[in-house]
Every structure is written in structure tokens, then in C-alpha cells.
């Protein structure tokens, strides 16, 4: 099975503070996504990897940078924290040219 | 580009009623679609999906979903609901040689005792 893992289900964080979530994924994927779940708007993609040091931005990159040193680790950064990114945060990855993304538990942000 | 419409946000039904939820999608290349669902406090996960071939795809959980593309559709349904498939459903739309999933807004099936 895979397993993709994030590194906190919860968080609370201060505005300004600069916040790192990791994921981490057991199945050698290339692919890797980041994206913030908030009700009624569904997934939206925030960052994406389609292998090691690359990176492509999604459709909400703003206020968001990301890092992929090792294939299996993708990590979302938060270079200043808003009150506007209290969120959930779902971390998944794919194989190449695979279709079917897995999903990590998520993680809920709570920006004070 | 791709878009995905999911007709209902919420969708409450009684224990053993069928139910559909509802997705329409718009695209101009040839597509994947999906369904993941939610359960509480959990991430998404696969329920089923269509590549190509048979246009109606089965869950092993009983949900089963037709692609239409004449309609652009992709409903699912089931025709017999239990408590445990209370959840979010969310409908997923690739364009074939893709990166980008996108997904719908959700819909929130509540099954009632």
C-alpha cells in the first residue's frame, strides 16, 4: 500500500511566523502535489513536483514557496504566515504518467 | 483547460435509499475522471475511475459511476446507501498526457438512520 505520511495533522501558528510542512512518501513517485482543501472551493493546487529539485506552480503559489531535495520528501513553506492561510493541507503524490493520486492524512493550520 | 461542476454541495438521503451525486466537466482534450472520497478527519482516497474502455466503472464498496461524454458527465451513484458512506465526494477531472488534477467543490453525503 502506499503511504504518504504529513508531518502534523494539527497546527497553530502566529501571523509572521514562518511555517513548514512536511510530506513524505513511501512508493518512489515522481510526482509530488501540494494543495489546500477549504469548504466549498475543493482542492485547489498550491505547488507541484514531477521530480527532484523541480517544481511547478499551481494555481494559488502566492505567499507559498516549496523544496524537493529528495525524491520521496516534498516540504510546503510558509515564508510569513497569514491569517488567510489557516487552511487544511493535503499533501499527495503519483508514479509518471500515473493518474491516481494518494493522499496524506492533511493538515489543519490554524494561522493566529 | 479543465473544469469541474459538481451540481450539489450537500446531499442528505435515509439509510438503504439510492442516491446520485452529481458532476459535469468541461474540457477541450480527451479526459480522465474520477471520484476520491473524504471520510472525517482523514485525506482523500481513490474510489474509482475511468481511463477508457467500459464507460460504467465500479467501486468494491457497491458505487458505480457512467461516464457520458456526450453529456459531459460523470455521476455516481449507489443504489443502496449505509451510515458508513457518510463522507465527501469529490469529482475529478485529467486531461490525458496531464499533470494538473482538478478537482470539484465536493459534495457532502449525509446518510440519516
Known amino acids: 500500500d502506499v503511504k504518504v505520511t504529513q508531518s502534523s495533522r494539527y497546527l497553530v501558528k502566529r501571523t509572521g511566523e514562518k511555517v513548514f510542512l512536511e510530506c513524505v512518501q513511501d512508493?518512489?513517485?515522481?510526482?509530488m502535489f501540494w494543495y489546500r482543501q477549504d469548504p466549498g472551493l475543493g482542492l485547489r493546487l498550491i505547488y507541484f513536483s514531477y521530480d527532484v529539485k523541480m517544481k511547478e506552480k499551481g494555481d494559488i503559489p502566492e505567499g507559498y514557496s516549496v523544496s524537493r531535495e529528495k525524491k520521496e520528501r516534498f516540504s510546503l513553506i510558509l515564508e510569513s504566515a497569514s491569517t488567510n492561510q489557516t487552511s487544511m493541507y493535503l499533501c499527495?503524490?503519483?508514479?509518471?504518467?500515473?493518474?491516481?493520486?494518494?493522499f496524506g492524512p492533511g493538515t489543519r493550520l490554524l494561522v493566529l | 483547460a479543465q473544469s469541474v461542476t459538481q451540481l450539489d454541495s450537500q446531499v442528505p438521503v435515509f439509510e438503504e435509499a439510492p442516491v446520485e451525486l452529481r458532476c459535469n466537466y468541461s474540457s477541450s482534450v480527451s479526459v480522465y475522471l474520477f471520484w476520491y472520497v473524504q471520510y472525517p478527519n482523514q485525506g482523500l482516497q481513490l474510489l474509482l475511475k475511468y481511463l477508457s474502455g467500459s464507460t460504467l466503472v465500479e467501486s468494491i464498496n457497491g458505487f458505480e459511476a457512467e461516464f457520458n461524454k456526450s453529456q459531459t458527465s460523470f455521476h455516481l451513484r449507489k443504489p443502496s446507501v449505509h451510515i458508513s458512506d457518510t463522507a465527501e465526494y469529490f469529482c475529478a477531472v485529467l486531461g490525458t498526457g496531464g499533470f494538473k488534477t482538478i478537482f470539484g467543490a465536493g459534495t457532502r453525503l449525509f446518510v440519516k438512520a
Open positions: 512508493m518512489d513517485h515522481e510526482n
Open positions: 499527495a503524490s503519483s508514479n509518471q504518467g500515473g493518474e491516481t493520486q494518494y
